[in-house]
């Protein structure tokens, strides 16, 4: 493989902004310096750009088995989407079945990927059957939790069909705030009795949970959480959109109120949120669009039937940089560190992934701080029809 060299541009890292040249040397970085010298290499001139380490979505789902269908996105369009926006590495989530050791799912879900993935991957696990076996090969395993109180909205979910309250919007007014305060108050509190053990809570969506994040973390525990681009951006009023097409946005946890927005944005400033990822698992709106079935239609009359899950993989580099760099919520290094330094050091990643340095993968995005874009589906790389 030749050589490449990267000229001219501003190096940007969660620690440091500075001119720079970079020598690629086959998959890894070989040199950072000024005035560089490399005979034969392939030269690229990244005068005005920021070169900045790929950004890493730590939590997709490639074409998950989800209420009768499955996510749209398989690992080769879902990748090649995350390629176009900036990020070079993802994490998927693998479903156990039941009665199946977790090496199983992790062998099927790599079965998925091999020979289609164009970006780097690995895997979590979602764990549906827990036995002593299954704790025991956890014990090396980063604990992920979705916290929502799934008790308390069985029943209001229950009720609310009951009350012949079926459209969108419903499933938002079903999954309220509290039930996920509640929910990551008590995973942190068990977190803490069993002896500190880390856990990292994903796609937090309300002040009401990072309250909680922020009191345990406050008190020493090792506490980490994601938000996703979705609350930062989207809010509960989406779900009134005319007809059916609130069901765009069905996705659990819900969005919320807009004054939650500024709240995590906070959060990510001061970093009581450590990471933004995706929790990409788009489903078409329509039947037929590129062949697949029925996706969101499934729900037309009981919002509990509506596939959860919404596209992101594409377009979360560029709305954290206009949103949160361009918008002066973040700094410049605060975007590379929530997108790519951080998750890639919960993950087990760094110093292989997540910076620019000598040694690291050339996990590199030249980033056009001039360059304008309209996001649409007519020109996204997402197998789903529709944007959000």
């Known amino acids: 493989m030749p050589k490449t060299l990267i000229t001219n541009g501003t190096i940007v890292t969660a620690a440091d902004t500075y001119k720079g040249d970079v020598l690629v040397d086959g998959e890894k970085i070989a040199m950072i310096g000024k005035g560089l010298k490399a005979a034969g290499a ?22 998950l088995p989800f209420g009768g269908t499955f996510a749209s996105d398989d690992f080769h369009t879902g990748t090649v989407a995350a390629a176009f ?25 790599l ?15 979602i764990v549906r059957d827990v036995t002593d076996k299954v704790l025991k090969e956890m014990d090396v395993m980063v604990i992920c939790m979705h916290a929502e109180n799934g008790g308390v909205i069985d029943v209001l979910v229950k009720r609310a069909l009951a009350q012949k309250n079926t459209g969108p919007k419903w499933h938002a007014l079903t999954r309220p705030p509290e039930a996920e305060a509640e929910a990551t108050h008590r995973a942190f509190r068990l977190a803490e009795m069993a002896g500190e053990i880390p ?20 008190r020493g525990l090792p506490a980490y959480a994601e938000t996703c681009p979705q609350y930062l951006f989207l809010s509960i009023d989406n779900y009134d959109e005319p007809g059916f097409e609130g069901a765009k946005y069905v996705m659990s946890p819900p969005l ?25 698992c788009p489903f078409c709106m329509n039947e037929g669009f590129q062949g697949l079935p029925k996706q969101k239609q499934l729900g037309i009359g009981d919002f509990s039937k509506i ?10 580099m560029v709305l954290l940089y206009d949103g949160g760099v361009v918008g002066k919520r973040i700094t410049l290094n605060r975007w590379v560190e929530v997108t790519s330094t951080t998750p890639a050091k919960i993950m087990g ?40």
């Open 42 to 63: 392939k030269r690229i001139d990244a005068t005005g750009k920021y070169v900045i380490p790929g950004g890493i979505d730590v939590h997709t789902h490639m074409e």
């Open 85 to 109: 926006g900036g990020t070079t590495s993802i994490v998927d989530f693998a479903v156990q079945g039941m009665g199946e050791p977790l090496e199983t799912a992790r062998d099927t879900w």
């Open 111 to 125: 079965r998925k990927a091999r020979g289609k993935a164009v970006v780097d991957y690995g895997l979590h696990m």
């Open 199 to 218: 856990l990292y809570i994903v796609h937090l969506s309300s002040s009401q949970a990072l309250e909680q994040v922020r009191l345990f973390r406050d």
């Open 256 to 280: 919320r109120e807009k004054w939650h927005q500024e709240e995590l944005w906070k959060g990510l400033a001061r970093n009581d949120l450590q990471v933004v990822s995706t929790d990409h």
């Open 307 to 316: 596939p959860n899950g919404a596209p992101g993989v594409e377009t979360r």
């Open 349 to 388: 990643m760094f110093p292989k992934k997540g910076t620019i340095a000598v040694g690291s993968d050339a996990d590199i995005v030249i980033w056009d701080p001039r360059s304008t874009s309209t996001i649409s589906a007519k020109t996204h790389h997402m197998r789903v029809d529709y944007n959000p």
